[in-house]
């Protein structure tokens, strides 16, 4: 990907949801901060895949998605292409593989 070429990053509507579901269990056990700290580290990851969208290893599940280890609870799954990087999945580390994208 060129420096010239706009990448755009896409969430899905699973991610999307996953995310609700993590905001949604950070407020029930936690408190404000831990969504602060949640959304933010998001924002990180964001940064670090727009300039190296191949920093991340091939899940050994798809070789399609990438699998990025956020934190030691939380994996975020993406694929890339020519102008776009699409979030297919945020999940929790400690689910079954199964349930990966």
Same mark, same amino acid.
């Given at each position: 990907?060129?420096?010239?070429?706009?990448?755009?990053?896409?969430?899905?509507?699973?991610?999307?949801?996953?995310?609700?579901?993590?905001?949604?269990?950070?407020?029930?056990?936690?408190? *404000?901060?831990? =969504?602060?700290?949640?959304?933010?580290?998001?924002? /990180?990851?964001?940064?670090? @895949? %727009?300039?190296?969208?191949?920093?991340?290893?091939?899940?050994?599940?798809?070789?399609?998605?990438?699998?990025?280890?956020?934190?030691? *609870?939380?994996? =975020?799954?993406?694929?890339?292409?020519?102008?776009? /990087?699409?979030?297919?999945? @945020? %999940?929790?580390?400690?689910?079954?593989?199964?349930?990966?994208?």
């Amino acid at each position: 990907m060129g420096k010239d070429q706009l990448v755009r990053i896409n969430y899905t509507n699973r991610s999307i949801s996953d995310a609700e579901a993590i905001k949604n269990y950070l407020l029930y056990k936690f408190t *404000q901060r831990e =969504v602060d700290k949640f959304f933010h580290l998001l924002e /990180i990851f964001e940064s670090v @895949i %727009l300039t190296f969208p191949e920093l991340y290893p091939k899940s050994s599940i798809n070789k399609k998605v990438h699998r990025a280890v956020l934190s030691k *609870q939380l994996s =975020v799954f993406y694929t890339t292409s020519k102008y776009k /990087i699409s979030i297919v999945a @945020i %999940l929790d580390n400690r689910i079954s593989t199964s349930k990966w994208p």
